[in-house]
């Protein structure tokens, strides 16, 4: 038998109608619209609003639209994984209640937390699945309702994030297409730099908690941009390296979408003019395990077949990584 490789075959998304605007939040903090467009290069992101809706209905409409797109029924999906760091709820898993939603039945899923770097984490799973020839019908979708644990009176951290859902299908192909190659790691001394104090189990939710604004994003900022600068760039490079990449051979760079500075010093590094370079972070903010699908959704029109990517990410953990993906058609 043929190897299997495992191939991205369809695209779908969702981002919610609420425009949180720069001039809105500086009439919520003292923050400026020249300040976050000149240090993070944002100009809105998307908020989702109405009591009791969570990260899965976004997911929900992100995995509807995919199976849609790739004429799939939901009884032909094998497994759902859902990257997520703001799941409905710590338990079920947000994957079996995406799945739920969009009526996909005995079908393995569960969750992958790996912050803003656990769509790559999660499409990882997905193709080693395929290749091994267990599964045929993979979702992987990013959902993150960021607004739910972000601090509004806090300008270091409420600028800088947003909510929505993306979703990839992954299948199996004997054609030399797909996800091609895969370098992702961790290094939890960065624990303490971006994280939720509270709510988990060493630190359950108490009144105590909740007046110390324990449920929220903490982020030390510079410590953060000082290693997601080297170690997105560091293991980007590591992997055209290894591929035997040269600038000329990559039609895009699909970063997380954490900070433009980031993005910019990533392409550089690895030789990209700006035109190769995915950028959508001045409309929908830092999506968390969204962002990369999210590109790929805004991409997938202009994409052709044969075009090499390299996807590329780091966040809280910290985790990072980077992935190297033929993509395999044209869109209509
Ligand atoms: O996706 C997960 C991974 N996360 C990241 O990759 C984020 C990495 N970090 C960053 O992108 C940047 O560190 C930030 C965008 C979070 C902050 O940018 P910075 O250039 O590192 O700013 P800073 O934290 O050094 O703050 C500079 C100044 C401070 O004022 P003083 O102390 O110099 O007077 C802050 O208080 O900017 C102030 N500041 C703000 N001013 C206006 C911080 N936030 C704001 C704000 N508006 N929203």
């Known amino acids: 038998m043929k190897k299997l490789n495992a191939v991205i075959t369809g695209v779908g998304a969702y981002v919610p109608e609420y425009v949180l605007t720069n001039h809105e939040l500086s009439t919520m903090v003292d923050t400026s619209d020249e300040w976050i467009m000149t240090r993070v290069g944002i100009k809105e992101r998307r908020i989702l609003k109405g009591e009791g809706k969570g990260s899965s209905d976004m997911g929900e409409k992100a995995v509807r639209q995919l199976l849609e797109k790739t004429n799939t029924k939901p009884e032909e999906v094998d497994l759902v994984i859902c990257a997520t760091v703001t799941p409905d709820h710590p338990f079920p898993a947000t994957a079996n209640i995406i799945a739920d939603k969009v009526n996909i039945r005995n079908a393995q899923g569960f969750d992958v937390n790996a912050a803003c770097s656990g769509f790559i984490n999660a499409l990882d799973l997905a193709k080693q699945y395929v290749e091994n020839g267990t599964k045929k019908k993979v979702v992987v979708v ?64 108490s009144h105590e908690t909740i007046d110390a604004k ?49 993005i910019s010093a990533t392409g550089n590094r690895m030789g990209l003019p700006d035109e190769k370079v995915m950028v959508n972070i001045d409309r929908y903010g830092n999506t968390t395990a969204a962002t990369i699908p999210l590109c790929l959704w805004e991409l997938e029109k202009i994409l052709k077949r044969g075009d090499n990517l390299v996807l590329a990410s780091f966040g809280a953990g910290f985790t990072w990584g980077a992935i190297y993906v033929k993509w395999a058609y044209d869109t209509k």
């Open 142 to 205: 990013g959902a993150d309702k960021m607004s739910a644990i972000t601090d509004y009176t806090d300008r270091t951290t409420c600028v800088l994030f947003g909510d929505a859902s993306a979703a990839v299908m992954v299948e199996p192909t004997e054609e030399d297409f797909g996800i091609k190659d895969t370098i992702l790691r961790s290094d939890g001394f960065g624990r303490h730099h971006l994280y939720m104090k509270a709510g988990g189990s060493a630190h359950p939710a």
């Open 214 to 262: 324990l449920h929220y994003i903490y982020q030390d900022g510079q410590m953060v941009f000082k290693h997601a600068v080297s170690k997105m760039a560091d293991t980007a490079v590591e992997l055209m390296e290894k591929n035997n990449l040269k600038p000329e051979d990559i039609a895009w760079l699909v970063p997380h979408q954490a900070n433009l500075r980031i």
